[in-house]
């Protein structure tokens, strides 16, 4: 069974930083793309990052560009979101998010995804529980 557990969420000021882990298991790490997906109180689901299967290729929304950093560890089946600058708007349950086909991104192109409520809806993709993150002041 694919599994995916978010953690590292927590509650933190504007202007600070948080890094979240998804641990995954059930699958071949190594060969699927993984996401990142936020969902902010009242508001869709937002995609804000990718990574392809061996690391070398990363898109970013522009709402996070040059704040967040995503990254995997293929040995520890692991991705993680390295949030920098975090502000109000960051405010959200974030979601790990696995590919529904391995090896390539059914996703994204020209540097861009989309995974929405369609997308979550239809279990084509796995995701995992999500994490919170809280940002106050």
């Known amino acids: 069974e694919v599994q995916l557990v978010e953690s590292g969420g927590g509650l933190v000021q504007p202007g600070g930083s948080l890094r979240l882990s998804c641990v995954t298991s059930g699958f071949i790490f190594s060969t699927y793309w993984m996401y990142w997906v936020r969902q902010a109180p009242g508001q869709g689901l937002e995609w804000i990052s990718a990574?392809?299967?061996?690391?070398?290729?990363?898109y970013y929304a522009d709402s996070v560009n040059g704040r967040f950093t995503i990254s995997r560890d293929n040995a520890e089946n692991t991705v993680y979101l390295q949030m920098g600058s975090l502000k109000h708007d960051d405010a959200a349950v974030y979601y790990c998010?696995?590919?529904?086909?391995?090896?390539?991104?059914?996703?994204?192109?020209?540097?861009?995804?989309?995974?929405?409520?369609?997308?979550?809806?239809?279990?084509?993709?796995?995701w995992g529980q999500g994490t919170q993150v809280t940002v106050y002041s």
């Open positions: 998010v696995r590919d529904k086909a391995a090896y390539r991104s059914t996703f994204c192109s020209a540097g861009s995804c989309v995974i929405g409520t369609e997308e979550r809806s239809s279990h084509s993709a796995d």
């Open positions: 990574i392809s299967v061996g690391g070398g290729t990363t």
